[in-house]
């Protein structure tokens, strides 16, 4: 496996790799990997020749209050996982490689991006959109492979890709759980042991909202007040917001139909947790 720390040696391998005739599949990420990340590098590695996983700590992602500084990284780990789970190459830049001095380009997203963590984090999509545009010109994928956890995340990317006209297919995959139903995240880390137990809460509420759904419910408001009144009786829980949304389009939905997320995002203590399901209603 590859280790490359500049784009100049990332688009050498790639240019080799293409004129080969080998088609390339890649897992953006900001490191600390866990089982999510490990089940798209695995689904990138049956629909392509070469994968290639991105390890950068995106600072342009981070509001001034949020937690850059802290955010986990283990890079050794991250080696090793991606070693054993079949990539072939990970970029692995620092700041100053993705970043030059004086760039002032930015890539905004409208629309999608003002609702759900965009209202708590607006400067966050803006973030994610240029660091993802810039790294897909420079690994040229075929394929790039998204957690559904972040389920916003995804529908912007597919429709920043759409719009850019990136020839880039964007693969959506399947949130991976702990045994006790709290979707991995590497901001699992920051939680103590009460703060852990407390956080499955989430999935408990939305996996209670989801039987609703099923059962035929289609009130927007009374499957979102569920679900709400599930979170508050958990003491360390602090709701940012229960949304239900067109999961294309993020907008608000008159009624639950269609193809439809529904996201919470909740502090357990300090640390802002995220999940959803997303449903065909
Ligand atoms: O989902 C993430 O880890 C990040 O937002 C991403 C897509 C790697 C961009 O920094």
């Known amino acids: 496996m590859i280790i490359a720390n500049t784009i100049k040696e990332v688009r050498l391998q790639i ?23 490990q089940s798209l590098i695995e689904r990138a590695k049956k629909e392509n020749d070469k994968v290639v996983v991105s390890v950068f700590v995106n600072p ?11 955010y986990p990284r283990d890079f050794e780990k991250d080696t090793m996982l991606c070693e054993m789970t079949g990539a072939d190459l990970i970029f692995h830049p620092d700041a100053k490689e993705m970043y030059e001095k004086g760039a002032s380009t930015l890539i905004h997203v409208e629309g999608l991006t003002n609702a759900l963590c965009g209202k708590s984090r607006p400067t966050h999509f803006g973030g994610v959109c240029l660091v993802v545009s810039k790294l897909f010109h420079i690994v040229s994928p075929d394929r790039a ?3 559904e956890k972040d389920a916003q995340q995804l529908a912007v990317i597919k429709r920043m890709v759409k719009d850019l006209n990136f020839d880039i297919e964007i693969v959506g995959c399947p949130i991976i759980r702990e045994v006790d139903g709290l979707a991995k995240s590497s901001r ?3 939680l103590n042991t009460q703060e852990r137990a407390a956080a499955t809460i989430l999935n ?13 419910e289609t009130n927007v408001v ?38 439809i997320l529904v996201a919470v995002a909740v502090f357990i203590g300090k640390t802002r947790l995220i999940d959803n399901f997303i449903i065909q209603a």
């Open 60 to 70: 342009t992602q981070f509001g001034p209050t949020e937690d850059l500084e802290s």
């Open 15 to 37: 240019k080799a790799w293409m004129k080969e005739g080998k088609s390339i599949g890649f897992v953006p990420t900001m490191g600390f990997l866990h089982e999510g990340h």
């Open 188 to 190: 699992n880390a920051y």
């Open 222 to 259: 009374k499957v979102k007040n569920e679900i709400t009144e599930i979170i508050c009786k958990e003491p360390l829980a602090k709701i940012d917001y229960v949304e239900i949304v067109d999961f294309d389009t993020i907008a608000p939905v008159k009624s639950i139909k269609g193809n």
């Open 145 to 147: 492979y998204f957690g």
């Open 204 to 216: 408990k509420a939305l996996t209670k909202g989801k039987e609703t759904i099923l059962a035929g």
